[in-house]
């Protein structure tokens, strides 16, 4: 069975510091896609940052970044120069190009940032 | 901009009662999802709708039911509510592999 693990329930960063979020999954398929998503306390949940799986580039938006190694099944979200608006629940999710219409979520990691 | 909304921000029901949850979206979307979102447990699949009257059961799909008549519209009902469906209820949509935009939510409380 396809799963995603995030193993920090929470974690604190002094702003303008750096603090990556870790994210393992687990699949048999060579191709998918993995999302890093922002849910801010009382607010939506929004798209930090997407990678595919075939790309080998690691994605970037801004101060996001990713560590996206396939043989590991790892995708790390680096932020970069917090800043308090970045405290937020962040969840990692994977969803195979085929077969089905399902994403699969982690249990997320709720992320402190410090003034 | 791209928007999912979600009929309720907060409900507050009580055991027994039948409860619908509507979710519309603006982005001509074929695939739309239901989730419950637990302290630890992340975000669970309830069911989802890849096109109109088209429906799957998601990983918990006891006690609920879905209906999507039109493509912007996907409803979750909860036949008779009970203290464990207390929960956040989240919608979402997606185009074929992109990301899921997501609605704000409804916080359920059932009494």
């Known amino acids: 069975a396809q799963t995603v693990t995030q193993s920090q329930p929470e974690m604190s960063v002094q702003e303008a510091e750096t603090v990556t979020l870790s994210c393992t999954y687990d699949?048999?398929?060579?191709?998918?896609?993995l999302f890093w998503y922002k849910q801010p306390p009382s607010r939506q949940m929004i798209l930090v940052i997407r990678q595919e799986a075939y790309k080998q580039q690691n994605a970037t938006e801004n101060r996001f970044s990713v560590n996206f190694q396939k043989a590991a099944k790892s995708f790390s979200l680096k932020i970069s120069d917090s800043q308090l608006g970045d405290a937020a629940m962040y969840f990692c999710?994977?969803?195979?190009?085929?077969?089905?219409?399902?994403?699969?979520f982690g249990t997320g990691t709720r992320l402190k940032v410090l003034a | 901009d791209v928007k999912v909304t979600q009929s309720s921000r907060y409900l507050v029901k009580r055991t027994g009662e039948k409860v619908f949850l509507e979710c519309v979206q603006d982005m001509d979307h074929e695939n739309m999802f239901w989730y419950r979102q637990d302290p630890g447990l992340g975000l669970r699949l309830i069911y989802f709708s890849y096109d109109v009257k088209m429906k799957e059961k998601g990983d918990i799909p006891e006690g609920y039911s879905v209906s999507r008549e039109k493509k912007e519209r996907f409803s979750l009902i909860l036949e008779s509510a009970s203290t464990n469906q207390t929960s956040m209820y989240l919608c979402a949509s997606s185009l074929l592999h992109n990301e899921q935009f997501f609605g704000p939510g409804t916080r359920l409380t059932v009494l």
């Open positions: 699949t048999s398929e060579s191709d998918y896609y």
């Open positions: 999710a994977y969803r195979p190009t085929s077969g089905t219409y399902k994403y699969i």
